[in-house]
């Protein structure tokens, strides 16, 4: 059976999965980040090598032949990194298979749009950026976020959590309106908002994205600042979604995927909010797979596959029960 190999290289954790080339998820593993800005290229190399000798026992066990190979790497375009990962790779393992690599955000816009000619894709996650599909091309990122988040202000989880701390230091200090938030920040510190500092600036961003889903749980409960909150970086989204019309051409009907677990977990809300701030050719996606799926549409490309409705279904249909793992295998999701 011919198969494809997508890999989703993140920060934190990197997803691998083997594909059929008609669209069956085969199998699933998860391994250590390979974020090549954080990790580095030797120890996100030797992690990919890690997942490279699980998915070659796999096919050989199984008769299974690379057809189509992709890997999406967080920090896989910064400086050669690109070069470097597809000349060891290429050359050490993958010399007659097609072969590519490039950053994750190429996973995440293949999600947001699909097989859509112009799109763009909002990512949000613990931070946030925007990339731009036109007439079928990916342009170059087009900076309007992924500037970091010290710099971004786009619906990420890091902008949902600090806005929350800042709600509630105006609060206590007299110069903001009384708001849930406190009260559901100090529940989960257990002490005061300001007396939780040193733990929030000693766990960094990704604590303080944990922190975001209390804006959405005070919005729920009726709080006033708490829609004011989710308003504004509404409105960011809406100033970036507009400005990508704009370089895809404000005339041409666009798919918007808003991809991360911050829309996907609030879609209602988003959708109520932003839907209606958006031309009408404008139209709003919310995905339902996660990002190694922009991956799989890459390793497909390479082996000639299109990545149809049908293919779809069948990923759709095996993507929870993977058809070759098994509690034995060792292989586990």
Not at 98 to 125: E, H, R, T
Request: aromatic share 8%; net charge negative.
């Amino acid at each position: 059976m011919d198969i494809l190999l997508a890999v989703d290289g993140g920060g934190t954790k990197t997803e691998v999965m083997l594909v059929s080339v008609s669209g069956e998820v085969l199998a699933v593993k998860k391994y250590e980040g390979t974020n090549i800005n954080s990790v580095g290229m030797t120890n996100a190399v030797l992690t990919l090598e890690k997942a490279l000798a699980d998915c070659l026992d796999i096919a050989d066990k199984h008769d299974l032949r690379f057809a189509g190979i992709h890997f999406g790497l967080a920090g896989g375009v910064n400086g050669n990194n690109q070069e470097m990962i597809y000349n060891y790779f290429k050359n050490g393992y993958f010399q007659n298979i097609p072969f590519s690599n490039a950053g994750d955000d190429l996973n995440s816009i293949n999600v947001g749009v699909k097989n859509a000619s112009n799109g763009i894709a909002v990512i949000a996650g613990t931070g946030s950026n925007v990339m731009i599909k036109k007439n079928g091309v990916v342009l170059p990122n087009p900076q309007l976020s992924g500037w970091g988040y010290l710099f971004d202000n786009g619906a990420s989880g890091f902008d949902f959590g600090r806005d929350a701390v800042v709600a509630a230091k105006n609060e206590c200090n007299g110069t903001g309106e009384p708001t849930k938030i406190t009260k559901m920040l100090e529940a989960k510190f257990g002490c005061k908002v300001f007396d939780a500092l040193g733990e929030i600036y000693e766990k960094g961003p990704r604590f303080v994205a944990s922190l975001g889903p209390i804006v959405f749980d005070a919005y729920r409960d009726g709080d006033k600042v708490a829609g004011e909150i989710i308003d504004a970086q509404v409105r960011n989204v809406e100033n970036m979604i507009n400005r990508g019309h704009e370089i895809i051409g404000a005339d041409k009907p666009v798919v918007v995927g808003l991809v991360g677990g911050i829309f996907a977990h609030e879609i209602p809300i988003f959708t109520d909010k932003l839907g209606s701030r958006l031309p009408q050719n404008v139209a709003l996606n919310f995905p339902k797979e996660s990002q190694i799926y922009g991956a799989v549409m890459e390793a497909a490309k390479n082996a000639g596959v299109k990545t149809d409705s049908e293919f779809l279904r069948k990923y759709h249909s095996t993507v929870d029960s993977p058809v070759l793992q098994s509690g034995t295998d060792g292989y586990v999701k």
